[in-house]
């Protein structure tokens, strides 16, 4: 793949900031948005504008039409067996936050386990504390490598006949750490229990295929993606979702209302109350349909290329500390010296380079790392070896800057 064609459709990186041309390396906060997606929302909203399901107007059928595309081209996209697995969301937060507050709270008692990862964001740790306080359950850590990775076979150990939800990220957004979801689902299956997998920094990167994985739930946003924010996926498989109440009530996911009682839409349109986000789920089939012509086998080789070129030029930097396995996505974390990651973050925003510095909504884990905060350049399809490079110079006019707590 032409990384600097591709970048030619997305307009906010042909711009300067504080003078210097633009290097966004914050994919994993979030993505910037190529021309198809932008246009998409533009056109529901100057073309189609109404909302769905509802009418039988001319407009409301045509926005109908898009917003249900848009969930069988997601349905496509993860290999999903039906549409009616595939819920639109806010994000991977509510995706989460929607398997705990319904399944989880139904199904846990005193007793219980749910097993998670030091590694975990904050979006799929304070959930399953929720639901522990509330059940009675336990929470159970699976211990790491030195390296941030997980072993199977301590996933093994931890995950008992008394668990009922393991729950664990796809990939690390500080460390990188592409877990072997698959067979921890496997190890989750054996003992009874469902594994719940936070995607947020995997569908973003790479293929993902729920029937294979055979994951219970997968959840992951947009605006990671090339889409809008505001809009998410939830899947879960639909055995599940059926025996589910819906956690928000209101218009659009009834299906018979009287004074007393009412009784809910069929999957997915339960989970969907009130006014859906119509133009965001255009806007992420739109996105779905730019990363296809691409290519997510292109796009996860073209990442591996610039994490291992990150890595060894950054290495050669005297004081710098990487954290994070060998084999990892296209994130780099990192503290240079002594120097505090937002003062690094601030030097590089100087230069006209993004990058996140902070806890990365993952305390526990930097706690683990034992590091207040880090500094993260994470890439996507539009980076460039180039970007990289203008990367390690400004480390080293950082390190030239903060010479003295060398």
């Known amino acids: 793949m032409d990384a600097n064609a591709i970048r030619e459709q997305f ?76 819920i639109f969301t806010r994000g991977t937060t509510t995706s989460i936050n929607t398997v705990a507050s319904s399944f989880a709270r139904a199904n846990l008692n005193a007793g219980d386990e749910i ?83 936070d995607g947020a920094q995997g569908a973003p990167h ?32 639909r055995k599940l979702l059926e025996e589910m109440e819906p956690v928000e009530f209101g218009g659009e996911m009834i299906d018979f209302v009287n004074l007393y009682d009412a009784t809910w839409k069929e999957l997915p349109w339960k989970f969907e109350g009130g006014t859906p986000i119509i133009a965001g789920a255009i806007g992420l089939g739109a996105a779905i349909d730019f990363l296809n012509d691409v290519g997510m086998d292109n796009i996860t080789a073209h990442e591996q290329k610039l994490a291992d070129y990150t890595m060894e030029k950054l290495r050669t930097i005297d004081g710098i500390s990487i954290y994070g ?41 930097m706690k683990w790392l034992e590091v207040s905060a880090t500094a993260r350049a994470s890439f996507y399809l539009y980076n460039t070896e180039e970007d990289v490079d203008r990367l390690f110079d400004g480390l080293l006019k950082t390190k030239e800057y903060f010479g003295d707590v060398f």
């Open 115 to 197: 097993v998670i990862t030091p590694m975990e964001h904050h979006s799929n740790l304070i959930p399953w504390q929720q639901v522990a306080k509330v059940t009675g359950a336990t929470l159970k850590y699976v211990p790491m490598q030195q390296d941030g990775t997980v072993s199977l076979e301590d996933m093994r150990e931890t995950v008992t006949g008394k668990t009922k939800i393991v729950a664990i990220t796809h990939v690390s957004n500080v460390l990188g750490t592409i877990n072997p979801v698959k067979e921890i689902a496997e190890i989750a299956h054996q003992n009874g229990a469902v594994i719940v997998v």
């Open 11 to 86: 307009p906010i990186l042909n711009q300067e900031v504080n003078g210097h041309p633009l290097v966004y390396l914050d994919s994993s906060a979030t993505s910037q948005k190529p021309l198809p997606v932008i246009d998409a929302v533009d056109a529901y909203y100057r073309e189609d504008n109404s909302n769905v399901h509802r009418g039988v107007h001319t407009l409301g059928t045509r926005a109908t039409e898009k917003y249900e595309g848009a969930r069988e081209t997601v349905r496509r996209f993860i290999n999903a067996k039906s549409t009616a697995e595939v």
């Open 325 to 365: 396995p060998e084999k990892r996505a296209a994130l780099v974390t990192f503290n240079l010296g002594d120097v505090h990651p937002h003062d690094a973050a601030t030097v590089l925003d100087a230069e006209g380079i993004a990058v996140r510095a902070g806890h990365h909504c993952a305390q526990p884990l």
């Open 206 to 237: 790479m293929n993902v295929d729920v029937q294979d994985m055979d994951c219970d739930f997968y959840a992951f946003s947009g605006h990671k993606m090339c889409g809008p924010t505001g809009v998410g996926v939830l899947y879960g498989k």
